[in-house]
């Protein structure tokens, strides 16, 4: 894992530009746009109001069998698009928090950003998703597999959510404090002591 730090932080270094993270900020935006103005509306209106698994919490075996005996053959249909741009959707996202998060790094007086870097914390939205396509991987698998169940792949689906949960908001802890860090330093007479 150790032997992944180098190399991850050497190329996002290179690509860690304010126009690279306005563009993949905008990559992503739009991907996340398609799941707000076409996916979800779409599930909704032909599951009668409920939203896909992937968006249920908490999510056991008893709550994925549950929704999935509601699941028409049109939400069915719709889930699968929602699964293809949700495929799309964790890389991309990972790699706009390395970029930004290296980017805020270099704008800060603080050293903590640039020695959480070295420590591995770009591994973090990776991880993040890499749980995100499990994750997907695992709904899918069970939604074609039913009415056969399948509980132990159930369990490990719903067990790889919600730590997928949490490393989303340890990313977004981490982006809050390397935009604070960011610009406190841009403030005038700001010196930085971490």
């Not at 707000?36 to 779409?42: D, E, K, M, Y």
Request: with cysteine.
């Amino acid at each position: 894992m150790f032997g992944l730090i180098d190399p991850l932080n050497s190329r996002v270094a290179a690509a860690a530009s304010g126009r690279n993270v306005l563009l993949v900020f905008v990559a992503a935006a739009v991907v996340f746009s398609l799941f707000n103005s076409w996916l979800v509306p779409a599930f909704q209106a032909a599951t009668g109001g409920m939203y896909p698994i992937d968006m249920s919490f908490p999510t056991t075996p008893a709550v994925i069998y549950d929704e999935y005996s509601r699941y028409t053959e049109q939400s069915r249909q719709i889930y699968h698009w929602f699964v293809l741009v949700d495929f799309i959707w964790p890389p991309l996202l990972a790699t706009f928090f390395a970029i930004a998060w290296t980017w805020l790094a270099r704008r800060s007086n603080s050293t903590l950003p640039q020695r959480m870097i070295a420590a591995g914390v770009l591994l973090l939205p990776f991880a993040e998703a890499l749980l995100d396509l499990l994750e997907n991987a695992g709904f899918l698998t069970l939604l074609e597999a039913y009415p056969t169940r399948h509980m132990a792949l159930a369990w490990a689906t719903s067990l790889v959510k919600h730590t997928k949960l949490v490393l989303y908001l340890l990313c977004w802890l981490v982006m809050l404090l390397f935009l604070w860090l960011s610009a406190a330093s841009a403030l005038p007479g700001r010196q930085s002591r971490m």
